[in-house]
């Protein structure tokens, strides 16, 4: 009886939302507040404490694959401080918690910047959803019908409209982006992971990075065809990285195809990193600090946006990411870019 109660409440307080406009006089929608969520029987839990409650139910490692499904009448909030406007991010958006100094996933559907844009204030009942763990980031969604990941997105509208809850379009702050400089950032730990982070004075580095999976960058896609800088044909069959060891050439003078030079985009990875960070080796259970990949969707509007040349001072702000094998090694820290203005030339 008492769930029953607690349902009918939470729909009474969904309808008072949705009938808040009149036909003579329609108006936004009224934002939720903290006590709404309370009136529907929930109790709060911050984002920092979700995220640990998720690593202690489930004693998961970075790399497996977990799920914990929420069984309990709990409900967190953040602000949105990621857009899909762009195609970047798709189907999920980043909200920050400021008192907790913590961020995650929410993995919704799409066009998210129409209904929540960054800046919103956002409520989202946990119970029922699924918290799973993909490469040692966490999120929060649907159970997964993949035994392969550990969730999946809220596509159905009924229950994107059941869990989440818009607040307050507040905007954002300086207080919602971490920023990181070449004096700090080996204080940059995991607890900053999901936030959206501004690195000053970083520089873009071509060639092969000695940590991680050694990758060559920038390293990138086109015709179903990867390119990177041990591929051969780019001058008279020499591998890239032949060439820029030998001091030949550069990658702006990045590959051919058709007979005309590749430039060197965003699509894909690029490398970005402190100067005395650059190329130095870590374990590999931990890349190098002061080293991050920036990835980039095909399906990202900027995708073609030409990447600041080898060496580049640039201010970087995107959201915090990292990337596993399944055994939880081997991490490579990498940054999502909602947009490439977010990278501005110094």
Request: charge should be negative; hydrophobic fraction near 40%.
């Amino acid at each position: 009886m008492k769930s029953i109660y607690k349902l009918l409440l939470m729909s009474l307080v969904v309808a008072a939302t949705a009938c808040y406009n009149d036909f003579d006089a329609p108006e936004m929608d009224k934002p939720l507040t903290a006590a709404d969520m309370e009136a529907m029987g929930l109790d709060y839990i911050s984002i920092k404490d979700v995220k640990a409650r998720f690593w202690s139910e489930t004693g998961a490692g970075a790399g497996s694959v977990a799920a914990w499904k929420v069984d309990e009448p709990l409900y967190t909030r953040g602000k949105v401080i990621s857009s899909d406007r762009y195609g970047s991010i798709y189907k999920t958006m980043y909200i920050f918690d400021e008192e907790s100094q913590s961020a995650i996933e929410l993995k919704v559907t799409s066009g998210n910047y129409l209904y929540y844009p960054a800046g919103r204030e956002i409520f989202v009942a946990l119970q029922g959803l699924t918290l799973g763990n993909y490469r040692g980031m966490v999120s929060i969604g649907a159970a997964s019908v993949n035994p392969k990941y550990s969730n999946d997105n809220i596509e159905s509208l009924t229950q994107v409209n059941k869990h989440v809850f818009r607040g307050e379009q507040i905007g954002l702050t300086a207080a919602d982006t971490l920023v990181v400089t070449r004096n700090n950032y080996a204080q940059l730990t995991e607890d900053a992971l999901g936030c959206l982070v501004r690195f000053e004075g970083v520089q873009s580095v071509f060639g092969q990075a000695q940590w991680g999976y050694k990758n060559n960058f920038p390293n990138y896609f086109a015709n179903s065809n990867s390119y990177d800088a041990t591929a051969k044909g780019g001058v008279d069959g020499v591998a890239w990285s032949e060439l820029t060891a030998s001091g030949q050439a550069t990658w702006a003078l990045a590959g051919k195809m058709n007979d005309d030079l590749l430039d060197t985009y965003f699509y894909g990875s690029a490398w970005f990193a402190y100067e005395d960070a650059k190329g130095s080796a870590g374990s590999d259970s931990n890349a190098a600090p002061g080293n991050y990949v920036v990835r980039t969707s095909g399906y990202a509007q900027f995708r073609d946006a030409v990447i600041p040349t080898n060496g580049t001072e640039v201010d970087l702000t995107a959201i915090y990411t990292k990337y596993t094998n399944t055994s939880g090694r081997y991490v490579t820290y990498q940054l999502v870019l909602c947009n490439d203005a977010d990278v501005v030339v110094k």
